[in-house]
């Protein structure tokens, strides 16, 4: 068994952090898109393109599971990218995301009116309130798009945070929402200000707490891929574009200092 | 004689609009690497080969001229390509940047002290020290990273820029300049909040303004290159990557509709 995970940039080394954490013998391998982050903005056949290679790459590696842990790649490429590795065809080659494992948290919990922020991308694909349509119709979905908490997040700018936050989460808080949806790798370093903006009462559903639990119930409804390596398990690091800043970046995420290699995508 | 010039992304419209105003009757080609925007965070390697990429397309274009407009394309690759395109090798394929023409203009409006704000890659590089001190040694230059004022501008949050204006300007105000260059293609639209914070004595020296005199000067010092077309010129506008919200974005900036093809860099 070995498990990739794919994001656009460095923010899903906090989920990786948190698997590991969770599943230390299990052989993990990261690929981070830095050559090409941030996805946001970008076209679905870009997205596309980007995550294909990226998956490539991840297969190439020996990984049998890849979980894409950037939210704009799971809206964008999960699907079609699922439907190009079905299982009947490619046992050894499968493909997770996070947004449908976040909503089942949230279904789990009770909610039935849900919060969501996220960038742009993921708001204007619709892609949490389609699924959620599958999974419970009843339940409802109320979705804001905070395109800057990114930007503050990477420049030193977590101080002009509140006030932004403030202003996005004014019309979720009029809504009588349970629990909020941190749709974006990088929103759990906002939690501790969020979760005083919205009120206790709220409960926050944050990627990176939620992802290892359901990565493990994936493996219990599959055991035929998740022999335990027995031993302490190798994790590798790849980056698309390499700077000493994203280092820097890196290490801090994953709370460690890590060796990043660089291939290309 | 056909122009071409070159930006990530589509901030560099700004510039191509004012230099036509200036000069209708030159072909112009606009290619901006929406693709690959931002470049800021990037390493040197990766910026040199989209521009590589970027400055062959034009030339294939037939482009004998081409701006980069990009203030971190023009810190980071300029140099490199015009020794890669030297004149007595290459005599149709001229490379412009911005960066030593908005000196010049700092310096010819007498300032002793000059203030800067640019993105983090522009005032890391130390470009602008760097070439102020091939012009006169003696001119100072104080500069100020500014990374979130592109976030701002990009994702609605203007009504936050004073605010995070006054922060970035503050040390820059201590110190008594005559000048600020706004160091960026996208910080014309944040002109008058930026004037109001510095006062009326300190000439902004925005880009768009600045490029279209500097380079009908360069026409004039090659009339070998200069012929005027004689009719109303084509301008092409091509990107890397298109969306609705890019073509939004270019006919704003460019302040008419345009048409935008779609290239592979």
């Known amino acids: 068994m070995k498990l990739g995970i794919f994001?656009?940039?460095?923010?899903g080394l906090l989920i990786a952090k948190s698997i590991r954490n969770r599943m230390p013998d299990i052989d993990m391998i990261y690929l981070g898109d830095t050559l090409h982050v941030p996805y946001g903005s970008r076209s679905n056949e870009a997205i596309y393109d980007f995550c294909r290679r990226a998956v490539e790459f991840l297969f190439s590696k020996d990984c049998n599971l890849i979980v894409i842990a950037c939210n704009t790649a799971s809206a964008s490429a999960l699907r079609r990218l699922q439907q190009?590795?079905?299982?009947?065809?490619?046992?050894?080659?499968?493909?997770?995301g996070v947004v449908v494992p976040t909503l089942e948290e949230a279904v789990e919990q009770g909610a039935k009116n849900i919060g969501l922020i996220g960038t742009n991308y993921i708001i204007q694909s619709n892609i949490?309130?389609?699924?959620l349509q599958k999974i419970d119709p009843e339940i409802k979905i109320i979705q804001q798009a905070t395109p800057l908490l990114v930007p503050l997040i990477e420049h030193e700018g977590t101080k002009w945070a509140q006030e932004v936050l403030n202003d996005y989460l004014e019309p979720l808080k009029k809504q009588s929402i349970e629990s909020l949806i941190l749709g974006?790798?990088?929103?759990?370093?906002?939690?501790?200000?969020?979760q005083?903006?919205?009120?206790?009462?709220?409960?926050?559903?944050?990627?990176?707490?939620?992802?290892?639990?359901k990565l493990e119930e994936y493996?219990?409804?599959?055991?035929?891929?998740?022999?335990?390596?027995?031993?302490n398990a190798s994790a590798e690091f790849y980056v698309s574009d390499i700077t000493?800043?994203?280092?820097?970046?890196?290490?801090?995420i994953y709370g460690e200092a890590i060796s990043i290699q660089k291939t290309e995508l």
């Open 7 to 11: 994001d656009s940039g460095l923010g």
């Open 84 to 96: 190009e590795y079905l299982p009947e065809h490619y046992s050894e080659r499968r493909l997770l």
């Open 128 to 131: 949490y309130e389609d699924e």
């Open 184 to 194: 974006c790798t990088h929103y759990p370093f906002l939690k501790s200000t969020i």
């Open 196 to 213: 005083d903006i919205v009120g206790p009462d709220i409960t926050l559903l944050s990627q990176d707490e939620i992802i290892p639990g």
């Open 219 to 231: 493996f219990q409804r599959h055991p035929e891929i998740s022999e335990p390596i027995g031993r």
């Open 244 to 252: 000493d800043s994203y280092q820097a970046a890196a290490n801090s």
